[in-house]
């Protein structure tokens, strides 16, 4: 049977052992996936080695740049991106494995959010620096939106949380927040924003689903923005995973 899993530290509760679980029980694939809860990168090719079955994993944080130099190849988009989140495991006739290296996050958001962006939408704020907002930006300047980061503190040309104005707003249609904050259960915390500067003219997507609506995402939406969640950038990002497994 082939196997497939989620490396990363630490794990919790999984989207993808769910979505693949039922997915292979749906459709009749005689194939299981599993959780591998590594604390240290190094210890991917452990799992590798001890499960001759696996054809592929997916990866989390806070592994996705530090698995990058245990790979025997990397997509020129992950390369760019410089974080890999699916790994396509290959094993010659004496079970030796090739491990390759691709990004997923890039298609789960693009095509989740494209239906969304109209042509008022042309200026996006990233909030947060952390694995997920490289994929988010490559994405964004793929669908030729201009884009700046958001963080706590200053780095390059980046706007700071305290930096940003009613104006900046008004000019950053598109905000998308890839920071954890107002995750379960922190779900009484939102990103510090100028919130009374959000209006039908903007979209939010927040990559957190855990809750489905965030306090973020219920702050624009009251505000007549549009508003949407990360669960279909999820699915789109494991479906895409299940193409380059079995791609050739």
Not at 29 to 43: F, H, L, R, T
Request: net charge neutral; glycine share 8%.
């Amino acid at each position: 049977m082939n196997k497939y899993g989620l490396i990363g530290y630490p794990l919790g509760h999984s989207f993808s052992k769910r979505f693949f679980t039922e997915k292979f029980a749906r459709e009749g694939i005689d194939a299981c996936y599993d959780n591998y809860e590594i604390e240290d990168a190094q210890m991917l090719l452990d799992v590798v080695r001890q499960n001759p079955e696996l054809r592929g994993l997916n990866c989390t944080i806070p592994h996705k740049q530090a698995i990058m130099p245990l790979l025997d190849s990397i997509s020129q988009e992950a390369r760019e991106i410089g974080a890999v989140n699916v790994i396509r495991i290959r094993r010659n006739e004496t079970g030796a494995p090739t491990l390759e290296g691709f990004n997923s996050d890039v298609v789960g958001f693009r095509e989740s959010i494209k239906p969304l962006l109209e042509h008022k939408h042309r200026k996006a704020l990233v909030l947060g620096t952390g694995g997920a907002s490289k994929a988010i930006c490559y994405a964004l300047t793929q669908l030729g939106l201009e884009w700046k980061l958001v963080s706590r503190s200053k780095r390059g040309d980046n706007f700071t949380y305290d930096e940003l104005t009613a104006d900046i707003l008004r000019q950053y249609t598109v905000i998308v927040n890839c920071s954890p904050v107002g995750m379960h259960p922190h779900t009484d915390e939102a990103p510090q924003l100028p919130y009374e500067a959000i209006g039908p003219q903007h979209l939010l997507f927040d990559l957190i689903y855990n809750p489905t609506e965030t306090l973020f995402l219920k702050r624009g939406r009251e505000r007549g923005a549009v508003t949407k969640n990360g669960l279909e950038m999820l699915e789109l990002q494991a479906l895409e995973s299940w193409r380059i497994w079995n791609s050739t």
